[in-house]
Every structure is written in structure tokens, then in C-alpha cells.
């Protein structure tokens, strides 16, 4: 019995991948307590902003940071940086950086 071609497990791999980064969202959702911020760490209570403002602020300033990224065509490095995690992780030959990027 052959091996598969590696590109037929491009799909599962990202698949697999998404539902990492989106399961750990959900969980930082769940466990956060009540009235703090899911992604503004640096938050306390009593600053001047809610919490929900200052998730806010952190979810702006990554969009900005993402659309800059695309505008000067910075997207690629960190496609790049992606793409070779995946390949490391699952051993994959580095021809498929390309199809992952």
C-alpha cells in the first residue's frame, strides 16, 4: 500500500487548524469571568473603558494591523510563518509551503 499524495491532506490539516484557533476563542469566551474583556489582558476594573471597549480596541487596532499587512504586502511574510508551522507540525514536504500560503 502507497501513501497518499500530501496534498490530499492539505484539507483536513487546515480544516483541523481553523477549528483549533476558533475552539480556543470559544474557550476564552467561556472562561473569562463576567465582565472582563476577552482579549484585553492588560484591563482592569475601574479603568476608564468597559471591558467590552476595550476588546473593541484590541479587535480595531488587529483589523488595522491586518489591512496594513495586506496594503504593503506583508501579508506573505506571515503566510509564510503559517504555512512552515504547519509543514514542521505535520511533516509535510516543504514543496507544499506554495499551496499553503
Not at 1 to 30: F, V
Not at 53 to 78: G, M, P, V
Not at 83 to 96: S, T, V
Request: proline share 6%; charged share 40%; net charge negative.
Amino acid at each position: 500500500m502507497t501513501d497518499t499524495n500530501p496534498t490530499d491532506k492539505l484539507g483536513s490539516i487546515l480544516r483541523a487548524a481553523l477549528r483549533r484557533a476558533l475552539d480556543e476563542d470559544c474557550r476564552q469566551r467561556i472562561e473569562r469571568p463576567v465582565d472582563r474583556p476577552v482579549y484585553a489582558d492588560w484591563w482592569e476594573p475601574g479603568d476608564a473603558k468597559t471591558a467590552a471597549e476595550a476588546d473593541l480596541q484590541i479587535i480595531r487596532a488587529t483589523k488595522a494591523d491586518f489591512d496594513r499587512y495586506i496594503a504593503e504586502n506583508w501579508s506573505d511574510d506571515l503566510m509564510d510563518c503559517e504555512a512552515d508551522d504547519l509543514i514542521r507540525e505535520h511533516n509535510l514536504p516543504p514543496k507544499l509551503r506554495a499551496c499553503l500560503r
